[in-house]
């Protein structure tokens, strides 16, 4: 594509920044595409997978500060438990945390091999998704910011597109889907209601108008030639 494609090394969180430094403060269309490269998961060193043996690391930018091996570590149990609560749903929470605090009293857990076995001795492998799953999506979006993030870029996205201009966002688990489809339902409704107001009142807040209400979905035949695809949502705005 040569000179039409300008690849920047920044968060999504920053694009008024970047399409600004970039000369192009408004923009026809904006992709968010909220899944792992499949080049950070298939590399043992990046740390994201428990398929791989490797240093339980994580960051999407490896120049980042903390590590998942950091919060394991050394993070409060009540604040791990939070996040294997909050951004893994992990129902089994508080027996994972009492599981890696008796690990990490005899040693440091630095491996994502490390880390998997200490969930799989509380809950056993069956035949369907990987117990430590959960696990590892939730100590990801913590090391990453990944939902203040999220929130932040499509806070920021009306400014950043033209009239008519179309926000498309892909995500791949349940918390980043209901953050796009809150945000995308508080700025498209006409009208907003309070129990206490006599009549609904004209949102002053609506920027976009929906394409669809439901988000579209990967069809049978594209889940068996990309796996990973599964569990994937787009939801469309258009930028009134």
């Known amino acids: 594509y040569g000179d039409r494609v300008r690849l920047v090394h920044a968060n999504f969180s920053d694009l008024d920044r970047i399409l600004s430094d970039a000369g192009h403060p408004q923009v026809d269309g904006i992709l968010l595409d909220l899944g792992i490269s499949s080049f950070q998961?298939?590399?043992?060193?990046?740390?994201?997978?428990?398929?791989?043996?490797?240093?339980?690391?994580?960051?999407?930018?490896?120049?980042?500060?903390?590590?998942a091996a950091d919060l394991v570590n050394y993070a409060e149990p009540a604040e791990l438990a939070r996040i294997f609560r909050e951004y893994g749903e992990e129902p089994a929470a508080q027996r994972i945390v009492q599981a890696v605090l008796h690990a990490r009293e005899n040693s440091l857990i630095t491996t994502t091999a490390e880390l998997a076995a200490i969930v799989e001795s509380v809950i056993p492998r069956t035949s369907g998704r990987h117990p430590a799953t959960r696990i590892f999506q939730a100590l990801r979006?913590?090391?990453?910011?990944?939902l203040r993030r999220l929130t932040e870029a499509l806070e920021k996205s009306a400014g950043c597109l033209n009239s008519g201009g179309v926000l498309a966002v892909i995500s791949f688990h349940s918390l980043e889907d209901r953050i796009v489809k809150r945000f995308m339902r508080e700025h498209s409704e006409k009208t907003i209601d309070r129990p206490e107001w006599p009549n609904p009142k004209p949102n002053p807040n609506r920027y976009f108008e929906l394409l669809r209400r439901k988000p579209l979905e990967p069809e049978e035949d594209e889940v068996s030639d990309n796996p990973r695809a599964r569990s994937a949502k787009l939801r469309v705005a258009v930028r009134i």
């Open 41 to 67: 998961i298939d590399a043992p060193g990046r740390g994201f997978s428990f398929m791989r043996p490797g240093p339980l690391d994580m960051r999407m930018n490896p120049e980042g500060a903390e590590t």
């Open 141 to 146: 979006i913590a090391v990453n910011d990944e």
